[in-house]
């Protein structure tokens, strides 16, 4: 019998309830039918969002929302300042050297996290920061909140792209000051890909204003002026809009900062069961969502990941670029709990065995189990 | 007991067998899997699409295609031409104007069909014309196969947005030499709304290469790209890939042509059944995927489609902008059989006669059924 365990840095679970609204027949969407749900999904997404800024929803994956950003924030001649140390960073670059804007980078070496002092040094000459909560690539976790302190009594923007991350590392848009927060379906929200959020504040709003970067799909001005209306611009993807609304349902009703508690135990298991066989986290700001974690000297990454899933019936995913088959990355974002974890760690160390990793066996599930009691969980 | 059918041009009704493909299991995206489902889909597609040029699936609505179509196949500097004869030709001029293209617009009557001869005289100052296979806001059908014959052997491109005629209406990429079609998924190939499909050949492959407008989500080099190592260049929408498999195997088993013939049918008996019941066609040039219609003299359409939904369970739009309250549209494409017509039809017989409309009861019903006789169907 095979039973394949989605415990990816993104697409992750979603939850049945929320797959089976996914087959409901579809509506159209200039109905007080649709505008009920989309009223619904607006109201439960800013729990999730800890938000109460405007938050668009768009029929594209991440990339498509990350893209609006950098073309409703920005206009002809404006300046960006990009903190680079993995896939994403690199994908936000992309995105402003597309557009023709002149684009700072701060190149981070994968797996550290960006000095703030680098990003006070160049802060002056640039209209928005561009910078990453979880970078997926590397699971390295960014102090939002310190690089917000920079920015939230300035005219400057700082755009986060948040979608490893939220509803499941700590975002605070309001609090810190976050002026726009990008966000995906298919990560810790619980819902298959095909929806991407933009999160704007005022000031955000006003930069959308005055941009002039030719964009069509991606105006956010359209989803605003639609959005008066309880409309979207364009037909939008009803199916994964109710089966988004099922998940947040089940967010709201465990309540978003449980939520986050839950992430960061589970974290917390997963790290310290790493550590107790004999293996070594790669990132030295680790998130809650993802962990990627060095293949041992001799071990292929690649391997492992196949292992894993072939034989152990755990999908997880390994590095990218340079650090293919050097890294593997196990993701406990959304619908996860501990039994998720324990089954994780239970195949990493038959795979490490089958592998000749030196360790011993059991070292793992036996330090997460301590952790799930020692935090209750 | 409240049965409500989706008749509208979009989006349409989806085979439960498609509907229950969503609520599978979300499988990771860069797996042997997700390649096979792929291959699958790509396959199944030009079937569908009758080419065997390249065909392209996004994560978006049917405009972020229309924005595909033309940030890829332009250049700064170029030259559009755009037949508009309503909303879908406005968004293309929209699209064209968004990114700086000088525009030339033949505007036609709504409900009225472009005059060749409008095209032949401005085409030469062209590089791209854009145009609409079915025109969704007038139900107009145009001859693409003659305008084809003004571009195939020029330098010139033709685009035409399918999105609410591919796969109910007649249209041959490769025979008549169209460089580019838009399609949705939410129309005649039976799926939910959130993928769109941009077909190219060889010559608008070319002119991708050279095409200098900025986009990045957008961008089908990076789509032919990942294509050829079996993936798509950011996470696609899994679940509604599933989806779509399923409705195109099922378009496959009943074979193009044969599904084709069967839109046929069922639009001409459609519009009998409407003449039948003292009714005007709106559109001169009438296509099989969607009948619009003039209301009487003193009926309110909005009023007509209300009463039809909420009364006799069948859902249809209203006209758009100007059109609003003058007609309506009755949807007839994708998963329909001569059963939704005749209900249909029922609903509309009954709600006319709640609002006045001096006809025969039943003569609609009447009509249609002697022509799923003529047309043994």
Redesign the interface.
Known sequence: MKKTI?M?P?????P?ES??K??????????PEFSKLFQEVNENLKHVFRTNNEIFII??????AL?AAVSNTLKKGDKALVVVGGKFGERWR??CK???LETIEINVEWGKRVDLERIREKINDVNVVFTTLVETSTGVLTDIKAIAGLTRNTERLLVVDAVSGLGGEDLRPDEWGIDVVVA?S?KALMV???LSFVCVNEKAIKRMEESN??????DLKKYKKSKEKGETP???????IKSLNESLKMIKAEGIENVLERHKKLARATREAVKAINLELFSESPSNTVTPVDAPEGIDAEELVKIMEQKHGI?I?GGQEHLKGKIFRLGHMGYITKNDIIQMITALELTLSELRHNFELGNGVKKAIQVFKEEDI
């Open positions: 989605l990816t993104g697409p992750s679970q979603v049945p797959l089976l996914e087959a409901e027949p579809v509506i159209h969407h200039r109905t029929a594209s994956s991440g990339t498509g893209e992309d995105l597309t557009y023709g995906g298919q298959a890909p095909g970067l030719p964009k069509f799909y991606f364009f037909t939008p993807s009803v199916s994964l999908k995913t």
